[in-house]
Nanobody, 123 residues
Framework: QVQLVESGGGLVQAGGSLRLSCTASRRTFSTYAMGWFRRAPGKEREFVAALNWSGTSTNYADSVKGRFTISGDNAKDTVYLQMNSLKPEDTAVYSC????????????????WGQGTQVTVSS
C-alpha cells in the first residue's frame, strides 16, 4: 500500500506561480510512475502531467504545456508540480497518483491516489 500526501496549494493571482508537492509513504519512484490530476467544480477529473519511474519521460495535457513542469526527487520520495503563468481556469483540486503502468497518461491504471490540495487562481 502506498499513501500519497499533497501540499502546496493555495490562493494565487492570475499570472502567478505555485509549486505542489506529493510525498509517498514509502520508496515509490523506483517502480512507480507518478502523475498529477485535477478536478474543477462541476467537471470531470482531468489529467495534468506524469513522470515515469526513472524520471526520463514526461507527459503533459495540452492545456498546461509550457506552463507546468513535473519533476521528482527519489531521495525524498517526492514529486513536484511547478505551475507558472496560472490562469483562473487552472482552479481545481489537484491530486497526485501512482501507477506501475508503462503508459503516462489518463488511460493508465492509476492505482494509488492522494487526497488532493486546493488551488485557486483569482482574476
Amino acid at each position: 500500500q502506498v499513501q500519497l500526501v499533497e501540499s502546496g496549494g493555495g490562493l494565487v493571482q492570475a499570472g502567478g506561480s505555485l509549486r505542489l508537492s506529493c510525498t509517498a509513504s514509502r520508496r515509490t519512484f523506483s517502480t512507480y510512475a507518478m502523475g498529477w490530476f485535477r478536478r474543477a467544480p462541476g467537471k470531470e477529473r482531468e489529467f495534468v502531467a506524469a513522470l515515469n519511474w526513472s524520471g526520463t519521460s514526461t507527459n503533459y495535457a495540452d492545456s498546461v504545456k509550457g506552463r507546468f513542469t513535473i519533476s521528482g526527487d527519489n531521495a525524498k520520495d517526492t514529486v513536484y508540480l511547478q505551475m507558472n503563468s496560472l490562469k483562473p481556469e487552472d482552479t481545481a483540486v489537484y491530486s497526485c497518483a501512482a501507477t506501475r503502468d508503462y503508459r503516462l497518461g489518463p488511460s493508465a491504471a492509476w492505482t494509488y491516489w492522494g487526497q488532493g490540495t486546493q488551488v485557486t487562481v483569482s482574476s
